[in-house]
């Protein structure tokens, strides 16, 4: 059974930083585009960032341009997600996500990691 395991959520301030990590298993994604998911409490879903699958190109939500840095190792079949200048707007769950279908939404997610940002 494939699996996309989140790890390094946590309570970090205002202006501090903190890097997610996804490790896949049961199958590789080399050759597969990932991402970052995140909802907020009483919010929908949103589109973070996501990076193609030789890590050549990446993309990311507006709110975080600049702050925000996806990238992947695919010898270790991981995903990262560097998140510096955390604002509380940030607070979430992070979901991390692989292989997007036509219509532009993931095949796979992870369980989520909690990122609270206090002020």
């Known amino acids: 059974q494939v699996q996309l395991v989140e790890s390094g959520g946590g309570l970090v301030q205002a202006g501090g930083s903190l890097r997610l990590s996804c490790a896949a298993s049961a199958r590789t994604f080399s050759s597969d585009a990932m991402g970052w998911f995140r909802q907020a409490p009483g919010k929908e879903r949103e589109f973070v960032a996501a990076?193609?699958?030789?890590?050549?190109?990446?993309y990311y939500t507006n709110s975080v341009k600049g702050r925000f840095t996806v990238s992947r190792d695919n010898a270790k079949n991981t995903v990262y997600l560097r998140m510096n200048s955390l604002k509380p707007e940030d607070t979430a769950v992070y979901y991390c996500?692989?292989?997007?279908?036509?219509?532009?939404?993931?095949?796979?997610w992870g369980q989520g990691t909690q990122v609270t940002v206090s002020s």
């Open positions: 996500t692989a292989r997007f279908n036509p219509g532009g939404l993931p095949d796979y």
């Open positions: 990076i193609s699958a030789s890590g050549g190109n990446t």
